[in-house]
């Protein structure tokens, strides 16, 4: 990606967001933040313009002369609509003018509208994907266990819940786009299993509901980990390296698979907690869960950032996507 696509992209990826008719006081402060971290350009000032209408698609495609521009502002903007469940009719309208637009033809586009829309609507039900990574070193927990009849069910969920923090650091190492929007049916499908360990059964909107609670939303870890690919896209030799299709180096974890590690952790062991005790916890006990989780986290990050670089060199999407999405 070239710097001068960045801006375009950005606002086509915020316009996506707004498709909705959703301008909600908190999805502004999420696009100020997002456009904040981009930094470069007067990026408040296109926030502002998209919050307000003047900013319109054509004028943003416009600014786009590349073929491999083209498909990425499409995968971005189809990730941001589906982050949160199927596309209303507003959605797909906004994605239809994007593809008239871009002049995409369909062989292109079609697998990249079937491959998000399955995953947004992915089962809830289905097996969480295993890995292979092994206990980081100076860790106490338990190698991995789950399902043998021996570990405690506190001492399995702990495991779970260590393993898929790993894989969702990992997936945002991988240099496919569409890589993010997998992060989002795997936490839900982990609080999923917690709660149903502790006899609850649940729907998306009740596990929606929770993540709002400790302050994450669908749609906003999205556009936030596609405005770290953007960066990462811009700059590899300023923001990271390549390295057998991994973006690595210190700011690809710092900026995008140390957030989903920590986020992942956090909100596993937060839902532990939350369905142990009832579901009976206030919504500011659910936070101050979630932050003291999350600060958890943090301190343990130097401490797996290789481990998290060994699984995405070794990370077939492919093979998580299918376990997602129950083929």
């Given amino acids: 990606m070239q710097e001068k696509d960045r801006d375009p992209i950005?606002?086509?990826c915020l316009l996506a967001a707004l498709s909705d008719g959703g301008r909600s006081p908190e999805e502004q402060a999420e696009f100020q933040r997002i456009a904040a971290r981009l930094g470069g350009g007067d990026?408040?000032?296109l926030t502002l313009r998209?919050?307000?209408g003047s900013l319109t698609v054509t004028d943003a495609v416009a600014e786009l002369d590349s073929p491999e521009s083209h498909r990425t502002a499409y995968e971005m903007a189809a990730s941001v609509v589906y982050a949160d469940g199927q596309a209303n009719t507003g959605e797909r309208a906004f994605l239809a003018e994007l593809r008239r637009l871009l002049v995409l033809p369909g062989d292109g586009v079609d697998p990249v509208h079937q491959e998000v829309e399955t995953l947004a609507l992915a089962p809830l039900a289905g097996p969480l994907p295993d890995t292979t990574a092994g206990t980081p070193p100076g860790e106490t927990r338990r190698p991995a266990q789950t399902g043998i009849p021996s570990l405690s069910r506190d001492a399995a969920l702990d495991e779970l819940i260590h393993k898929q923090a790993l894989l969702t650091g990992a997936l945002e190492l991988l240099?496919?786009?569409l890589a993010s929007l997998a992060i989002i049916p795997l936490q839900m499908r982990l609080v999923y299993r917690i709660g149903a360990e502790y006899g609850h059964t649940l729907?998306?909107?009740q596990i929606k509901d929770l993540l709002g609670a400790m302050?994450?939303?669908a749609a906003a870890q999205v556009l936030d980990g596609l405005a770290r690919r953007i960066l990462g896209g811009l700059g590899r030799g300023l923001f990271g390296r390549t390295?057998?299709?991994?973006v690595g180096g210190t700011a690809g974890m710092a900026t995008g698979a140390g957030v989903s590690f920590v986020t992942t952790y956090a909100l596993?062991?937060?839902?532990k907690q939350y369905y142990a005790q009832g579901r009976r916890l206030s919504r500011e006990d659910v936070q101050a869960l979630f932050q003291r989780f999350r600060a958890e986290a943090e301190a343990l990050l130097p401490r797996v950032q290789e481990e998290i670089h060994q699984q995405a060199q070794h990370l077939d999407l492919k093979r998580i996507v299918d376990a997602v999405r129950g083929t």
């Fill in 50 to 52: 998209a919050n307000q």
């Fill in 268 to 271: 596993g062991y937060a839902a």
């Fill in 243 to 246: 390295l057998g299709g991994v």
């Fill in 215 to 217: 302050g994450i939303g």
């Fill in 10 to 12: 950005v606002a086509i």
């Fill in 203 to 205: 729907d998306p909107e």
């Fill in 175 to 177: 240099p496919q786009n």
């Fill in 43 to 45: 990026m408040s000032a």
